[in-house]
């Protein structure tokens, strides 16, 4: 019996997590599962780093799943997201296929490794209306007036998590907790990791490939269609900085720019997202992103 039933393959944008896992999918006739909160929208492709031709290896189609499974306009929240793994996950599973898991939405992550049951909780928007407009203060300050176990794994920097947080504890009043059936993963995790310097090269070079290439006509495509500046903004990154752009609210060298800091700022916390999953328990490999895959098969067979 195997000790291991499936692969996760993760790290910093740009690190190449997608090329390993195609490339480790072809030599284990294995399924991709994205976890990657951006990758579930259509229409979402350059800026999202779908790299979907990767997904082709000497001519034959990596299977992957939970890539372009919602409209932009919905609201896909971690549960959904929970929702469609476990569907996903069990289809691979009872076709007796390896099922390798890529992203670096360190949030889904640690939902399905520590199966997160609060995901389940239905979102609020009446509360959510109510809570958006206070101060981080008040916010930490109405979060400490409730406590029970779900307390310890709120991230209460962020006023985002704080807002769910609030949510959940106020659902918990009147109603039991929903029950999801979570498969008991027991995952050989590889994180591709690369010095801060090179890390930062690599995200230049390919925000600079993606620019030249049609992502700038992909965000300029998503307002023809009319989706909201608020809208773009919220997705983030690529889209929030470009469409600034586009709208005339930056010039191209601040658009460059700014959005060039908060990639970097962002891959900063995806490694500190990983780093706290191995604090907390998690057994996590560091690999060079030209790491032997047949390493990785000898290590997962």
């Known amino acids: 019996m195997k000790k291991y039933n499936c692969i ?9 997590k997608t090329k390993l896992a195609c490339q480790l999918a072809y030599e284990l006739n294995a399924e991709i599962i994205s976890v990657d909160s951006r ?22 189609a990596i299977p992957y ?5 919602a409209d932009i306009e919905e609201n896909f ?8 793994f476990i569907e996903a996950y069990s289809d691979i599973v009872s076709r007796n296929k390896t099922v390798i898991i890529c992203g670096g939405t360190g949030l889904y992550l640690d939902a399905i490794l520590k199966q997160h049951y609060y995901a389940a909780v239905p979102v609020d928007n009446d509360l959510r209306s109510k809570l958006i407009i206070l101060s981080h203060d008040e916010l930490m300050k109405t979060f400490n007036s409730y406590q029970n176990e779900f307390s310890q794994m709120v991230d209460s920097r962020s006023s985002k998590r704080l807002i ?19 498969p008991n993963l027991n995952p050989f995790i590889y994180c591709i990791e690369s010095d801060r310097g090179e890390r930062r090269k690599k995200i230049t070079d390919r925000l600079k490939n993606r620019l030249e290439n049609g992502m700038i006509e992909e ?3 998503l307002i023809k269609l009319g ?3 608020d809208r773009l903004e919220f997705l983030g990154l690529e889209y929030k900085y470009i469409s600034f752009y586009i709208l005339g609210k930056l010039n191209y060298d601040e658009m460059f720019s700014q959005l060039e800091t908060a990639i970097h700022q962002f891959a900063k916390r995806q490694m500190t997202w990983f780093r706290k999953m191995e604090r907390e328990g998690q057994k996590i490999n560091w690999i060079a ?13």
């Open 8 to 16: 996760i393959i993760t790290g910093t944008t740009a690190s190449g």
């Open 77 to 84: 929240h971690l549960y959904k997201f929970i929702e469609h």
């Open 164 to 182: 769910r947080a609030i949510e959940i504890f106020e659902f918990l009043k009147n109603n039991n907790l929903p029950k999801t059936h979570f």
């Open 219 to 221: 965000v300029n495509n």
């Open 39 to 60: 990758q579930v929208y259509r229409g979402l492709n350059i800026g999202a780093g779908k790299d979907l031709d990767e997904y082709v290896i000497k001519g034959k």
């Open 65 to 69: 799943h939970l890539i372009d499974i």
């Open 227 to 229: 989706y909201s500046a």
């Open 289 to 301: 992103h030209d790491y032997p895959i047949q390493y990785i098969i000898k290590n997962y067979k």
